[in-house]
């Protein structure tokens, strides 16, 4: 097929993201009215006018994760999974968004990478784009109890990053998927912050999920780590976990 069709462009955009180690990669319609006041509420028209988003999934390290339960008040744990996250996998997803957005301009299309996390609200909630709302109409996974995206065989341990764009991807289905009776992530929250409702796309995250007690939990944990991590409802779904026991630290 030749260069600079849409077919082509697709292609070149999933060559990105396998050469630079992406778990997965999709591409969303952004164009359902619901979907653009979501986007909206947060990044203001000038994002909501893109009709589509790529979505970049990196999955974390297990060895990491599967201390959280147990140990996510522990300074080397919290601090290893801290900076595991928010020093180098969304720097790195930063850098994946901008080849993604750099190969669309180049095409001549308008792309914006958006940051895997810079909160834009006062409370620092927020972001200007809900890159779990992407990577859920990119069929990368659904949005779980714990209101994370919890994708087939690694569950939640995954980070996102998302570009949207005015060219004329292909898109993928969402799943057709959901938690079933599960509710393992709501009863090890030890901040108490979920409800154990299953996703609706029609109610709040107020419905699911108290934030405020999310963060103050996490705040007091950075009395004793540190840092302000907890991670538990990362590691304790089934979607992730691995068979294999994991290596753990001494109680």
Not at 28 to 37: L, W
Not at 62 to 76: G, K, T
Not at 234 to 244: D, L, M, Q, T
Request: charged share 20%.
């Amino acid at each position: 097929m030749s260069a600079g069709t849409p077919a082509a462009l697709d292609e070149r955009l999933r060559r990105i993201g396998e050469h630079l180690g992406t778990y997965r990669v999709g591409v969303a319609d952004m164009t359902a009215p619901a979907v653009q006041a979501a986007v909206r509420e947060h990044g203001g028209s000038w994002l909501a006018a893109f009709p589509r988003a790529v979505s970049l999934a990196f999955r974390l390290q297990d060895a990491i994760v599967d201390q959280l339960p147990r140990h996510h008040r522990s300074p080397a744990v919290a601090r290893t999974y801290s900076f595991h996250i928010y020093s180098s996998v969304n720097d790195y997803l930063d850098e994946m968004a901008l080849h993604v957005a750099r190969a669309i301009q180049e095409e001549g299309h308008a792309a914006v990478p958006v940051p895997a996390s810079l909160p834009v609200d006062a409370d620092g909630f927020s972001g200007a784009l809900s890159h779990k709302l992407a990577a859920n109409l990119a069929g990368l996974g659904w949005i779980g109890r714990s209101c994370l995206l919890v994708a087939p065989k690694v569950g939640p341990r995954l980070r996102l990053v998302t570009v949207l764009t005015d060219a004329p991807l292909a898109t993928d289905a969402p799943l057709d998927r959901d938690c079933g009776s599960c509710t393992e992530c709501v009863e090890a929250c030890p901040a108490g912050a979920f409800s154990g409702k299953a996703f609706d796309p029609a109610e709040p995250r107020s419905a699911r999920m108290d934030v405020q007690a999310c963060a103050d939990y996490r705040e007091a944990a950075k009395a004793v780590s540190g840092v302000t991590i907890c991670g538990v409802c990362v590691a304790v779904c089934p979607h992730g976990r691995r068979s294999r026991r994991a290596a753990t630290l001494p109680a």
